[in-house]
Every structure is written in C-alpha cells, then in structure tokens.
Nanobody, 124 residues
Framework: QVQLVESGGGLVQAGGSLSLSCEVS????????VGWFRQVPGKEREFVAA????????HYADSVQGRFAISRDNAENTVYLQMNTLKSEDTAVYYC?????????????????WGQGTQVTVSS
C-alpha cells in the first residue's frame, strides 16, 4: 500500500513556471520509482518524468526534456516536478504514481499506486 497526494497545480500563462509536489506516505512495499503522468480528456495517460526512489536516476519524456525537472526529498518523502517554459499543450491533469520498472518506465500499467491528480492549465 502506498498513498500519494499531489499539490501545486493551477493556472499559468504560456512561458511561465509551475511546481508540483507529490507526498508519498504509508508505503509498505519497495517500489522502483515515483513518476509523473498527465492526461487530457479523450487521450491516454502520458508519461512525463520519473525518478528512482533509492538512487535518484531520472527519466523524462522527449516532450518535456530540458523544460521540466524532477527531484526528490527522501527525508520529506516528497517528489517535485518543476515545470518551466510551459506551453498550452502541457495543459492536463497531472498524476504521480509509485512503481514502474527502469526498462519500461513510460508504461503507466507498471505503476501500482496513484494519486488523485492535480489540474494544470496553461493559457496561451
């Protein structure tokens, strides 16, 4: 069992920045990573970024490479997603999740626990 709670979503203008947080608690099993995914209505959930829980190895989708940065604070059991140079196409509900495998990190089906999601809206 793992509980994840996202925060930090909101409305921002294109070109602006936003930071999301994912607090991880009550975990009773070892997981490889905490990842961020996003979803818009009518589309599949899309991988954004992930960070391995033990050694901090990061993974990014090509669409956010160089603009987003994922980090973790193990003492606070929190993972952050700093989003810079936001574009209208970044608008989505953002979810954090625990699980994953390093060789298939982009597959949401390999993440076993999910947060409730937080809305990010980028106005053009």
């Amino acid at each position: 069992q793992v509980q994840l709670v996202e925060s930090g979503g909101g409305l921002v203008q294109a070109g602006g920045s936003l930071s999301l947080s994912c607090e991880v608690s009550k975990y009773t099993w070892n997981f490889y990573a905490v990842g961020w995914f996003r979803q818009v209505p009518g589309k599949e959930r899309e991988f954004v970024a992930a960070i391995s829980w033990n050694d901090g190895v990061t993974h990014y989708a090509d669409s956010v490479q160089g603009r987003f940065a994922i980090s973790r604070d193990n003492a606070e059991n929190t993972v952050y997603l700093q989003m810079n140079t936001l574009k209208s196409e970044d608008t989505a509900v953002y979810y954090c999740a625990a699980g994953g495998r390093p060789d298939y990190i982009e597959y949401p089906g390999l993440f076993a626990a999910w947060g409730q999601g937080t809305q990010v809206t980028v106005s053009s």
